[in-house]
């Protein structure tokens, strides 16, 4: 066994900094070496990295595991950077149904406070966007949303937000890294109990008058009117599901406010509940997390069932398509939400004037197609809202005169407006029953309408395969992977030509008909695409949160029958799929 481990976790276990119980849980696994030689390496073979966005990781005392002395590691590289920045201000904090994230919470206002920072703490469970929004509301400097959004259930984590409401960016993310690093010595940390700060007026909890502030927008916010939605509301039936996590209030509220009253939420994954017992992956892009909506909502012939993760953030969609279930991927879920938005305010005249779309490089180009179709304007980002939030607030700075309407990604993350300058699934469950109503109220089901966008603007059909590697090996896999695709030998793949390979992590884009290379102008990142000689592109890069890598094929039909068109770009897939999965097994 690597004898660093051992001096690492020995260190661990005698720092009187960490309490008894915290030692004695590294000391009982020091006891028998050769059981917990490969516990003890995960947990102590690096410290826990500060990503661009903040920590993730699995629970559990050691250098590479979320624990509350790391939280408060990163908490004081945060405070350094607002007072750097700011020479002080406030902090707002949340938490999902996650274990120990109440916890976590607290020991990060404990930092806050002992830095003169005073935080706002949230009273009760809160989605990420509503935490968003607080920072925005209370006008802090800075945000802390304790999730690990839909990992499994022995991970948490700490996503780090800045005064504009959004996750960090650069420079300030990088600042941010900087300073956790230098946190070498656990007395560099300042900290009081919360109590303490509480008694100081240091760390307060919130009331309901954010949360209402929050609904209110989402009221504002209705693409029709609000007296639509509430006089006619009541004619769309909806399955909710909070998969154990944080929507279960901020969704039920919403879906009242604005009249949705045939609303029916799964008691048995209502209560939080950070074990997820009823789901092996509390992720609403999984069916099988939707099951227990799905068989409601088909038993009972309702008209579209929504499921939320642990934080809030992402929205998952299946619609009762005429008696059979159809689970929407989350392109097609944009795809619906940003038609419906600029086909109704064009209708009404209240389509702003250069309207702006944000989509991530890896969201389906049916965007493009449908925002230029109204006169509008899509720009690209790297994957993460972050990014995208980042370009909102680089262009109010330059005073462009693009204004703001959508933000999507495909990883089921939608920003119906930027009063949230994150992924919204509570908002975002607003629009989309919006949109059901108003094709419900037609005679049509969400199909339908998916169905009456191809044929105007060409079938697009993206997919996504998505490769778990785990621990130490896994990391050095996807790292081979990426080197081999990055050094792919072939002018083919999958049958398809290759005529543009764009490199994210070198910022080159190279044209390999003409053979020149060209910048691109965005953030250097671990991600590769090839074009396709058809306009066919397939992307590539390892998630930034989970131990996987994930491959995203984008295929446009044209020619032909709506029917010929889906067979086509469906059998073109499968191929592309194949060979992706036949390569990463030789990797």
């Not at 789901?279 to 909506?293: L, T, W």
């Not at 008209?303 to 159809?326: C, E, F, M, Q, S």
């Not at 097609?332 to 940003?338: C, E, G, N, T, V």
């Not at 067979?567 to 990463?584: D, S």
């Amino acid at each position: 066994m690597d004898p660093k481990i051992i001096e690492n976790a020995t260190l661990w276990g005698n720092n009187t900094y960490f309490n008894e119980v915290d030692r004695k849980e590294i000391n009982s696994l020091l006891a028998d070496l050769p059981k917990n030689e490969l516990e003890l390496t995960e947990r102590f073979y690096r410290d826990l990295e500060f990503g661009t966005g903040g920590l993730r990781a699995p629970m559990g005392m050691g250098q590479n595991r979320m624990n509350k002395y790391n939280v408060r590691r990163a908490t004081q590289a945060l405070a350094n950077n607002v007072i750097k920045h700011f020479g002080g201000g406030s902090a707002v904090i949340s938490y999902d149904s996650r274990n120990s994230s109440k916890e976590f919470a607290m020991e990060a206002a404990g930092v806050f406070a002992a830095n003169g920072i005073k935080a706002h703490i949230f009273s009760v469970l809160t989605p990420t966007p509503m935490l968003s929004f607080g920072v925005r509301y209370f006008k802090a400097k800075t945000g802390i949303m304790i999730t690990a959004s839909h990992n499994p259930p022995i991970y948490n984590g700490f996503k780090a937000f800045w005064n504009d409401g959004a996750q960090v960016v650069p420079p300030v993310d990088k600042e941010v890294i900087t300073e956790y690093n230098k946190l070498t010595d656990w007395g560099m940390i300042k900290y009081m109990s919360f109590e303490e700060a509480e008694a100081q007026g240091l760390a307060v909890w919130t009331d309901e008058k954010v949360e209402e502030a929050f609904y209110q927008v989402i009221e504002q916010k209705v693409i029709q009117d609000l007296e639509f939605c509430k006089s006619q509301g009541s004619k769309l039936s909806i399955v909710y599901t909070a998969l154990h996590g944080t929507g279960e209030v901020p969704c039920n509220e919403t879906a009242r406010r604005l009249g949705f009253t045939k609303f029916y939420s799964i008691p048995e994954q209502a209560k939080p509940d950070g074990n997820f017992p009823t789901v092996k992956s509390p992720n609403p892009e999984d069916p099988k997390a939707m099951a227990m909506a799905i068989d409601y909502m088909m038993n009972n012939n309702w008209d579209i069932a929504y499921g939320t993760d642990p934080d809030g953030d992402r929205l998952g969609v299946v619609v009762n398509d005429h008696g059979k279930p159809a689970i929407l991927n989350g392109n097609q879920i944009a795809a619906l939400m940003l038609y419906y938005v600029f086909s109704i305010k064009a209708e009404k005249k209240t389509l702003p004037e250069k309207a702006l779309v944000i989509k991530s490089i890896v969201t389906s180009p049916i965007q493009n197609a449908i925002v230029e179709h109204f006169g509008g304007t899509v720009m690209d980002t790297l994957t993460g809202f972050k990014w995208m939030a980042g370009l909102i607030r680089e262009l109010e700075e330059k005073k462009s005169p693009h204004n703001f309407v959508f933000a999507s990604e495909e990883s089921f993350g939608y920003m119906p407006h930027n009063e949230s300058r994150d992924k919204d699934g509570v908002s975002s469950l607003a629009l989309m029953s919006e949109v059901a109503l108003y094709y419900k109220l037609k005679g049509m089901s969400l199909v339908d309408a998916l169905d009456e966008i191809y044929t105007k603007f060409g079938f697009f059909y993206e997919s996504l395969v998505s490769l778990d590697y785990e621990g130490i090996q896994g990391a050095q896999k996807i790292s081979r992977i990426m080197e081999y695709f990055r050094q792919y030998p072939e002018a083919q793949f999958a049958g398809e030509e290759i005529v543009a390979k764009e490199d994210y992590q070198s910022s080159v884009s190279t044209d390999l008909r003409l053979k020149s290379d060209k910048m691109i102008a965005l953030p250097k990142s671990n991600v590769l695409s090839f074009t396709f000689a058809s306009g066919n592109k397939l992307f590539l890069r390892p998630s930034g949160t989970e131990p996987k890598i994930k491959f995203y094929t984008m295929v446009r039909e044209t020619e032909g029958e709506l029917s010929e068109k889906k067979i086509n770009a469906l059998k073109k897939v499968k191929i592309i799929e194949e060979k992706i999965i036949e390569l990463c097994e030789k990797a």
